[in-house]
T-cell receptor, first 112, second 113 residues
Framework: DQQVKQNSPSLSVQEGRISILNCDYTNSMFDYFLWYKKYPAEGPTFLISISSIKDKNEDGRFTVFLNKSAKHLSLHIVPSQPGDSAVYFCAAKTGGGNKLTFGTGTQLKVEL | NAGVTQTPKFQVLKTGQSMTLQCAQDMNHNSMYWYRQDPGMGLRLIYYSASEGTTDKGEVPNGYNVSRLNKREFSLRLESAAPSQTSVYFC????????????FGSGTRLTVV
């Protein structure tokens, strides 16, 4: 049972445009969400997070939006840059511990 | 450089062989994790150690064992490797504070033939 879903395996956008990566979850006990970025042959790196008490968190070019009623979150990257080309994983955890449940990932390609 | 170090980076095993994947962190983190990454499956938790002296099963523990040797080191052992264990394995650690997320190692690519 996939509790965290990223339904788009890949996404292609032009440099300078907005990239929107989506993530859905089914477990209503999740109360903290994170996005990780992964380059080939490297481990994932933490990008941005959001608590369930918020609906938006912003860090430079990256903004995460959370819609609890829809059990949906999204990552916006504006403007997109070629260096943003990577696999992006959505992750979630419950308040009781530190285990993360990851989605399947979305491969973002930012084209010149 | 501070971080999570995994060894080896690559390994090829024959079915039935055993091996241990090593992981060490120098950030004084309390919690450590082992994940595997497979195409179309994302990252799945194998085992974790919330603190020194404790270990618990994750989502896909069958065929694996772990040892939290001390606060720095957390090893993953395959007793009898199977082709289904061909994967990329990632070790991660965290302070345990929610805002920090995980720090991952660079991974071990394991092929079982």
């Amino acid at each position: 049972d996939q509790q965290v879903k990223q339904n788009s395996p890949s996404l292609s956008v032009q440099e300078g445009r907005i990239s929107i990566l989506n993530c859905d979850y089914t477990n209503s006990m999740f109360d903290y969400f994170l996005w990780y970025k992964k380059y080939p042959a490297e481990g994932p790196t933490f990008l941005i997070s959001i608590s369930s008490i918020k609906d938006k968190n912003e860090d430079g070019r990256f903004t995460v939006f959370l819609n609890k009623s829809a059990k949906h979150l999204s990552l916006h990257i504006v403007p997109s840059q070629p260096g943003d080309s990577a696999v992006y994983f959505c992750a979630a955890k419950t308040g009781g511990g530190n285990k993360l449940t990851f989605g399947t990932g979305t491969q973002l390609k930012v084209e010149l | 450089n501070a971080g999570v170090t995994q060894t080896p980076k690559f390994q090829v095993l024959k079915t039935g062989q055993s091996m241990t994947l090593q992981c060490a962190q120098d950030m004084n983190h309390n919690s450590m994790y082992w994940y595997r990454q497979d195409p179309g499956m994302g990252l799945r938790l194998i085992y974790y150690s919330a603190s020194e002296g404790t270990t618990d099963k994750g989502e896909v523990p069958n065929g694996y064992n772990v040892s939290r040797l001390n606060k720095r080191e957390f090893s993953l052992r395959l007793e009898s490797a199977a082709p289904s264990q061909t994967s990329v394995y990632f070790c991660a650690s965290t302070t345990g504070y929610r805002d920090y997320g995980y720090t991952f190692g660079s991974g071990t690519r394991l092929t079982v033939v």
